[in-house]
């Protein structure tokens, strides 16, 4: 059996939807049907259930994953020849949040670009569980973000601890804290538990996102329920609206010196819970059993090289 009908097969089995399948391919529905078709007669079963909505069955269920495996050692086989012949001809397929991969993706890509001007470079911006499954299913060849499941095929290249901070500009504070402000200042510089801002207003990211999840527990650890004011998917509606003082909101590290040098008159407090600074591990996430040739490999100690100086930086 070809490949191409194996490919075909596991973007179908993906999308779940001809149209839309045909579309990603550049091919016709037609050319589509033909190559399913073509399976099916092959392996003497139906794939897919047509109706009432397209669906796998247990034998496409089978074969799908089969297919992973399988085109995943084809594609490993033709990256090490071209890796052994030097041929720095491919495509490097790299995941990252939105809410980071703003800020590292071009500070790393044009240099690397110019170095390797022959790789196609494929970026995906999901959050760090869909990523996950774009590993396992082959559609990445790493992440930068955090590793949330215990699935063995995955592996973990500690990058950085990113810590939490809450972002609060003077005059929110002088409006809550009065005389107070300097007082609260000092003693929150390094670190709070957030037991002093009960009465400030926040906007929040959503409760999926792992941010929000990490400051949930700060306020539980300290017995109150957060004014909130805003709650969103971006943490960018907040940044832009944060010039207003509506509320306070919580980032990470790497988000700080850029709003340090645009927001001068904020204050940035680590969040703590427990005795000690919430922090988020960030790191490269990729699948053990997949070739990463030279160019994927300089990509990743580009990475680590610039985290380092990062977190040496905001040290």
């Not at 490919?7 to 049907?33: D, G, M, P």
């Not at 259930?49 to 594609?75: F, M, V």
């Amino acid at each position: 059996m070809d490949l191409t009908s194996l490919r075909y097969f596991v973007a179908l089995a993906r999308n779940l939807h001809f149209t839309k399948t045909a579309q990603e391919l550049y091919i016709s529905q037609q050319n589509l049907s033909q190559h399913i078709n073509k399976l099916e007669t092959h392996y003497r079963t139906p794939l897919f259930y047509r109706k009432p909505k397209l669906q796998l069955t247990p034998a496409g269920k089978a074969l799908y994953d089969s297919c992973i495996k399988i085109l995943t050692e084809e594609d490993n086989i033709s990256r090490q020849m071209n890796d052994i012949i030097q041929n720095n001809v491919g495509s490097l397929s790299i995941g990252a949040s939105q809410y980071r991969g703003q800020y590292w993706l071009p500070l790393i890509l044009p240099d690397y670009l110019k170095c390797w001007p022959n790789i196609n470079v494929q970026v995906t911006m999901e959050r760090s569980e869909k990523m996950e499954q774009l590993l396992v299913s082959g559609d990445l060849d790493f992440f930068v973000g955090i590793k949330h499941g215990d699935d063995s095929l995955l592996r973990f290249i500690p990058l950085m601890n990113d810590k939490v901070y809450m972002a609060i500009t003077r005059e929110l504070m002088e409006q809550y804290f009065g005389k107070e402000t300097d007082t609260i200042i000092t003693k929150c510089s390094n670190g709070t538990t957030l037991k002093e801002f009960k009465e400030v207003p926040f906007m929040r990211l959503k409760s999926t996102y792992r941010l929000r999840m990490l400051t949930d527990k700060c306020f539980q650890a300290v017995g109150y329920k957060p004014r909130q004011i805003l709650e969103v998917e971006s943490i960018d509606l907040m940044i832009s609206l944060f010039p207003y003082s509506l509320g306070a909101f919580f980032c990470t590290g790497m988000r700080v010196p850029s709003l340090k040098t645009a927001h001068p008159n904020t204050y940035f407090f680590p969040v703590q819970l427990n005795g000690k600074t919430l922090l988020n591990p960030l790191g490269i996430v990729y699948h053990k059993d997949r070739f990463l040739p030279r160019y994927a490999q300089d990509f990743m100690e580009r990475l680590k090289s610039f985290f380092a100086s990062f977190e040496n930086s905001s040290c």
